[in-house]
């Protein structure tokens, strides 16, 4: 849990720090979401490979690679900012690469987790995570906003660094025997006959089905027309500081923290049902944050949003952990990880409305889209909605 908020505190520390940064070089809401939404691009088509490769390796392994690999690649991006030479694809390349590290990243905490606790547990287990992904943010961002302001983007960097430093220390000192003495040889054919067993086993489930289409919709539109735009929101909108897009974001870790406490006290068979409702009423927040001029006020709508965007995320994933077989959990969480890949198209698709549009427009547009195929979704796997999970 420690190298995972630690992770995770570098993480938002460099989504201030680069979608602060580009916009304010750029000025464009398409360039910049793209800069906040690159690192996907690795994840939508490694993400299923790091899971299957991590369902025969040694997790803690895969964490220790991927510490090392950040910490190697922000070492590059931080050399670039001192030596003052500002270039969109250098960011473009970084971050891609960054990306890469994601996606075994993800797979391999997920199967890490699974392997520490029990069944009954999944539930509080990806609360935790998400916990553990909030928490920094709540307070790293607010922090990076103000090393911008008074420091610049070079020495804020230098503190992700740092934070990405005490996370391999972290997850290198973790105490965790591994069961599998000798891991297996990797062959395409396996890998294919996953891939093959994986989308068998989701097909003719109906329920298990339903809920992997609604995790989808975070990912695609709701994120991307909403936190993927705050930089713009911040400058252009409410005109503020990194300060104050520091706090914006703050708020949306507070608000998805919330949403973790609302959804520890219900009642698990009843994850269906909390789901369906998040994705209408972040919608709905949603466009209400989208009309809203006033600081205050957008903080509140950006909170309520993020307590919804919890609940999916945690209602959704102990929806579809719960369901499948526990020989397929690490195939699934790759599978799940790839997902966040059509990020990227959500953030081109809202970005470019934005270029045209302006955010506000963007993020209601994208809302409409939202409801319309939630309902579809729905309509067409009913158990979600209306069956109670064992």
Request: hydrophobic share 50%; charged share 10%.
């Amino acid at each position: 849990m420690v190298t995972h908020i630690l992770i995770c505190t570098g993480f938002w520390i460099q989504q201030i720090v680069i979608g602060w940064m580009v916009y304010e070089k750029t000025k464009s809401p398409l360039l910049t979401s793209l800069a906040l939404a690159v690192d996907t691009i690795p994840i939508l088509f490694g993400g299923f490979l790091g899971g299957v490769f991590v369902d025969r390796l040694n997790p803690k392994s895969c964490i220790i690679f991927v510490t090392g690999g950040q910490f190697f690649l922000v070492s590059i991006l931080t050399t670039i900012m001192f030596l003052d030479i500002f270039s969109l694809w250098y960011i473009y390349i970084i971050i891609f690469f960054i990306g890469f590290t994601w996606a075994i990243y993800d797979p391999a905490k997920i199967t890490l987790g699974m392997k520490l606790v029990d069944k009954n547990s999944i539930s509080n287990i990806f609360g935790m995570w998400i916990a553990g992904f909030n928490i920094p943010r709540v307070l790293s961002t607010v922090l990076a906003g103000y090393l911008i302001v008074f420091l610049g983007t070079k020495y804020t960097l230098l503190l992700e660094l740092l934070v990405i430093f005490l996370s391999f220390l972290s997850i290198l000192l973790l105490k965790y025997e591994h069961n599998i003495s000798k891991p297996e040889n990797l062959k395409v054919d396996q890998i294919v006959n996953d891939v093959k067993q994986l989308f068998r086993t989701i097909r003719y489930d109906n329920l298990l089905t339903g809920f992997f289409l609604l995790s989808f919709i975070p990912i695609l539109l709701l994120v991307p027309s909403t936190t993927g735009l705050l930089p713009v929101y911040a400058s252009d909108i409410l005109k503020l500081d990194a300060r104050g897009l520091g706090f914006l974001q703050s708020s949306c870790g507070l608000g998805q923290i919330m949403g973790i406490l609302i959804v520890g006290f219900a009642k698990q068979q009843y994850m269906g049902k909390y789901a369906t409702l998040a994705i209408f009423g972040s919608a709905c927040s949603a466009i209400l944050f989208a009309f809203s001029e006033i600081f205050f006020l957008s903080i509140i709508f950006i909170i309520l949003v993020n307590i919804c965007i919890a609940i999916i995320h945690n209602a959704t994933g102990y929806g579809m952990f719960s369901i499948i077989d526990e020989r397929f959990r690490g195939r699934l969480a790759g599978l799940q990880v790839s997902s966040f890949g059509f990020f990227i198209f959500g953030t081109t698709f809202s970005g470019s409305i934005a270029n045209v549009y302006g955010p506000s427009t963007s993020t209601i547009s994208c809302m409409i889209i939202i409801m319309v195929i939630s309902t579809i979704v729905i309509a067409t796997h009913t158990k979600v909605y209306s069956e109670d999970l064992n």
